[in-house]
């Protein structure tokens, strides 16, 4: 008998069932940043899906084409080149197929980096073109994290309007964290048929107030749906890649901040046996020492927070001792 050897390392990365092609989702919500109404319909979004699409959000599409070729010319180097500019952790640099430091793999390589209150990256992390050239996206991501927020306080008729945007803004030392990951085609997924795939970044809620995602035109990322299906399981739908828009995930934080009106979206990503998915996510942290409660003008008389006090120093902290598809949230419940 012959037994064909694997290799080792996709042994270890989960296979899911791949979606069909009807679970290409088209109720992906769409809000238009420049136009009335966007504060209602960002509110609308994040209290039935957790996550939405911007249109209309005046980043210059150069900008979004400068960062991502720089990207992609830092993925192609050679193994030994990426290596040495990791690795990911401690403290932030390049990684590849492992995810956190509790076990969890993906088949994907990625750039991790702190972003300082200025949106920029440490020199040291990467060489100045990529540098100069995250640093101007960031910039512009962080932008839309704040328009968002602006918005959300809108939608909710919170005063003030910068009651969450001001938590990121520049200035106020906001805990910022970006991540480059590239998902390459995964050749041992060829021949396994179309029913099958690989997990490129497991299932998962982001911690922070809200993440905003742009990628190239790969298709791949999937976010579950708030109801399960009459099994209870998860209903997992493809978000079509637009590679004009961004994404906007809403995290942990935004929904204790919301006692729970909002809920964070999981999601996941899935590999593509033929075509590389690059992707640009910056997460939205509040300070360290920002208390994450309820909104006072959300809780109605009488209204009790579902969770216990914490920083988000002391979230982020217990958040980086669990597996990425854990519910972080639980430990905080009351
Ligand atoms: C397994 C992990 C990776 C992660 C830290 C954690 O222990 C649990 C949260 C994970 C996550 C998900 C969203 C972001 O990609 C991320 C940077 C974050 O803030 O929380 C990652 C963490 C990571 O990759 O370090
Ligand atoms: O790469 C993507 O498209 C999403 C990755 C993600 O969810 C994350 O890095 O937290
Ligand atoms: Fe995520």
């Not at 039935?48 to 991502?68: I, L, N, Q, S, Y």
């Not at 690989?198 to 990322?221: I, K, Y």
């Not at 409660?293 to 959300?298: E, R």
């Amino acid at each position: 008998m012959v037994v064909l050897a694997q290799p080792p390392v996709v042994d270890q990365i989960p296979l899911l069932r791949s979606p069909g092609p009807r679970d290409s989702f088209v109720g992906v919500p769409v809000v238009d940043l420049s136009r009335p109404g966007a504060a209602r319909a960002i509110v609308d979004a994040c209290e039935r899906f957790g996550f939405f699409k911007v249109v209309g959000h005046g980043v210059p599409a150069a900008t979004m084409d400068r960062a991502e070729s720089e990207a992609v010319r830092f993925f192609a180097q050679a193994q030994g080149d990426k290596d040495r500019a990791g690795p990911a952790y401690p403290p932030f640099g390049y990684g590849s197929k492992r995810i956190g430091l509790n076990g969890d793999m993906g088949w994907l390589e990625y750039l991790l980096f702190a972003v300082d209150d200025a949106a920029s990256i440490p020199d040291a992390c990467a060489a100045p073109a990529l540098r100069s050239a995250l640093n101007e996206y960031i910039a512009a991501a962080r932008g839309v994290a704040v328009r968002v927020l602006d918005a959300v306080a809108e939608g909710l008729d919170v005063a003030p309007r910068d009651a969450l945007s001001g938590m990121v803004a520049a200035g106020t030392g906001s805990d910022q964290v970006f991540r480059v990951n590239h998902y390459p085609p995964c050749p041992a997924l060829q021949g396994r048929g179309s029913g099958c795939t690989a997990t490129g970044f497991g299932e998962h809620t982001d911690p922070q107030l809200v993440s905003v995602l742009r990628s190239n035109g790969t298709s791949g990322l999937q976010i579950a749906l708030r109801d399960r299906d009459r099994d209870g399981a998860a209903q997992w739908v493809s978000v079509p890649s637009d590679r004009d828009a961004f994404f906007v995930n809403v995290g942990d934080s935004l929904q204790v901040l919301t006692n729970g009106r909002f809920k964070s979206v999981k999601h996941r990503v899935v590999t593509n046996s033929l075509k590389s998915r690059v992707s640009f996510i910056y997460f939205a942290g509040p300070p360290l020492a920002q208390r994450i409660a309820p909104l006072p003008q959300l809780l109605a008389d009488g209204e009790e927070s579902l969770y216990k006090e914490f920083t988000w120093g002391e979230y982020k902290k217990a958040a980086y001792k669990t597996r990425l598809g854990d519910n972080r949230l639980a430990q905080f419940e009351k």
